[in-house]
């Protein structure tokens, strides 16, 4: 940080280490004014050729260095941390030095949550803790003893297994910890405080007894439980589909409030965003629980996708990241409805990864090119990263992915590896050639397949032609073909599968395509065929095929895939979306036939189909996903497209939704599958018929079951439909649910995002919204519910013509810059997208990024974001 042109790091200058660090001895004598720590490390000279010890630390005040037990004074401080020279080739370094907690708002190192101190390393936070070696190729093992307060810090929690503790005469006490698996500095994690502590245990499969322990705020207990039911299914899960079990004696959660993301797999001692911990049903909404099951999987699974098998570098950190997201998404699908899963995981890489793609900041799941670490924690290293995961699965199904993974452990247990590590494991236990795949990870950008087809029904053959490119991106401006596993099927009129056959053969539903252009012949089809192209979404790309309405709603009912039943919806809406969108630009009526409603009533009110499916197949994609359908973007059309299509579904099926929002009321709430699948139907049914001509009847609807709902699923679905469709109740039910739940700032985080969504003068509720009781620019939920929903929730407020809303994001981040630069860069990723804007709002979005390049202390995060995007309209 405070650098005026930060240097970028680069994927090919990696260099081992020069020295290695084999054991780490930590104190820490805490509190939040002044914490001082003293660590002792033992160290071993790799690189004979040199003995100068370069240490990485920041913003920490030294006050003695020793190199075996004597006062050693051959260093320099510098920028970035310490220079010592004329080191032995093995020796004990201590190092003491002092950091002050509490002014740590950037919530990276140790800070103050609360009335609690806690610890976020990940990825260069050790650094703000003390000098240290502080890369993921340094694997030490770790021992920690904290002393502090006894009455205020009940608790004192490191990695690994307690191994002693103790009570001083002043009040404080002690607690020591040592982890036996080596670690590197970023798994590093320490948490004091008070808490109440939801115990239980887990035996593993080798019989062993884990013990789990869940810490939450003192009062909160009640919402704990969940969140202990999905950890044992998460353990019980990696067991039976991967065959891994649990490491040491006690897994820990800590939940706190205060949280730059939403968790970390610190060994033995993960800490959550209490966003992902606590939830009852008062409070949390089905989503929510879903969330809590996801992420707390998530971070368990990183025990052997992340720590026994850590990055070489953070330029290979979609070989934790993109896996464990895989896994976690696997999860959810075997613990749920994996349609459903399936779909909403495709949902956000359409809307949000594509994006980036498309966006001055798109990079390769393993990025080439990095000024600030913590601005590639993204949705491409993640989410693009598990698809290039599903992939390879699909390449070779789950018996020989499992082979593959059993390799990767093998070779790199205990290790740091690269993504090439992965890919080599997977090819050698398969058998399957992957050198082309490989690709995937150094290409960025959304590859676009424009397929063809042609029907000989004399020769009774049925030929495909897939020509694939992928536009250029700012990082990359050539491309080449990549390895695409295309799933596809073919069915008769009648709703029959066509077995695919070539030469007598019967051939894989999934092509492999390796070439910009090729070509696929299927024989002894007999008549011309309804397509169903990328199944389950076997790849990550745009695709473009000429589908006429009647074979999309063909899809819609008859295809056995359930996303490729929704999908054949979503390209049905595509269809009059972009054909609107330009009426709506030529001032022409829009329209939208009687057979595409048709065809949605059908699914409404299929009887064999899953609710939660159809809830899916009903809801209109969001302005943001169709912004993906164009290249320069249109934000008040797309508004206003979207909100026509929505009138037409509510007139043309009102009484469908009426229907079925009273058959599927529930007498109470329950969390399974089933009821969570009802209540989606029934809200979704709720939210479309609020924008039928009758209002009234939507009024009092929403308002009644706002009044009777006794979870927070149906109570926030009511809420929220009052102010998208802006139902006169809006008024009365947003003060009450202030009036309700203003001391819980976890709920009160779905009230701001609900109103920066809102349709009608979103810029000055939210301005309004800023000095609410409930409001914190300090807390990174608060900003992310209440500024991050307005920036990226509402993008036709966000972009209005008059610039207002670039305004004001330039004041905010103007602020947070110095308070919390990782918040910061999250929210600005809207502003640097200028290219996909008209030339006036370009010109104003360019302005906004030139009045924030000149702010004093710029952070490495926003400027790195800011020059791209100014680059990227040069
Ligand atoms: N590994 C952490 C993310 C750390 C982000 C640092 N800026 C959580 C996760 O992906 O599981
Ligand atoms: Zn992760």
Known sequence: MNKNSPIAKYRLDYKKPDFTIIDIDLEFDLAPELTTVTARSHIVQQNKAQDTLILDGEDLKLLTININEQPWHDYKITESGIEIYHVPEEFTLTIINEIKPIDNTALEGLYVSGDALCTQCEAEGFRHITYYLDRPDVLARFTTRITANKALYPYLLSNGNRIAQGQLDDGRHWVQWQDPFPKPSYLFALVAGDFDVLCDTFISKSQRKVDLEIYVDKGNLDRSQWAMTSLKNAMQWDESRFGLEYDLDIFMIVAVDFFNMGAMENKGLNIFNSKYVLAKPETATDHDYLGIEGVIGHEYFHNWTGNRVTCRDWFQLSLKEGLTVFRDQEF????????????????????????????????????????EMNNFYTVT???????????????????????????????????????????????????IDLTHFKLWYSQSGTPELTITDHYDQQNQQYTLTVKQMTPPTLDQSEKQPLHIPLAIELYQGSGELINLQYQGQTINQVLNLHQAQQQFIFENVKEKP????????????????????????????????????????????????????????????????????????????????????????????????????????????????????????????????YAIYHHHSLPYYRITHTDMAKRALRNCCLYILSFADNKKQADLLVKSQYEQADN?????AALHTAVMAQLPCKDILLTDFDEQWHKDGLVMDKWFALQASSPNNALQIVKKLLTHRSFSLNNPNRVRSLIGAFVNNNPAAFHMLDGSGYHFLVEILTELNQKNPQVASRLIDPLIRLKRYDEKRASLMREALERLLKLNNLSNDLYEKITKGLENNA
């Open 530 to 657: 309804i397509i169903a192209l990328l199944q389950d979404f076997s790849a990550p790309v745009k695709l473009h095929y000429n589908y006429q309405d009647n074979e999309l709603i063909f899809l819609m009912q008859k295809a056995n895939n359930a996303f490729n039943r929704y999908d054949a919806a979503q390209m049905l809406l595509a269809k009059y979306i972009y054909l609107n969108v330009s009426n709506y630009q030529q001032k022409q009526s829009l329209i939208l036939p009687d057979t595409v409603i048709d065809g949605f009533r059908a699914i409404l009110l299929s009887e064999q189909l899953d609710s939660a499916l159809i809830a899916q197949i009903l809801t209109l994609p969001s302005e943001n996903e169709i912004a993906n359908l164009f290249t320069i973007v249109d934000p008040d059309a797309i508004y206003q497209v979207r909100k026509f299509l929505l009138c037409q579904f509510a007139n043309g099926l009102y009484d469908e939704l």
């Open 712 to 716: 927070m699923t149906d109570s926030l």
């Open 332 to 371: 959810s699908a075997d613990m749920g409805s994996r349609a459903v899963k399936r779909i909403d995981d495709v949902k956000i890489l359409r809307t949000v990864q594509f994006a980036e793609d498309a966006s001055p900041m798109a990079h390769p799941i393993r990025p080439d090119k990095v000024i």
């Open 381 to 431: 290293v993640y989410e693009k990263g598990a698809e290039v995961i599903r992939m390879m699965h699909t390449l070779l199904g789950e018996e020989k992915f499992q082979a593959g993974m059993q390799l990767y452990f093998q070779r790199h247990d205990g290790s740091a590896a690269t993504c090439d590590d992965f890919v080599q494991a997977m090819q050698d236990a398969s058998g």
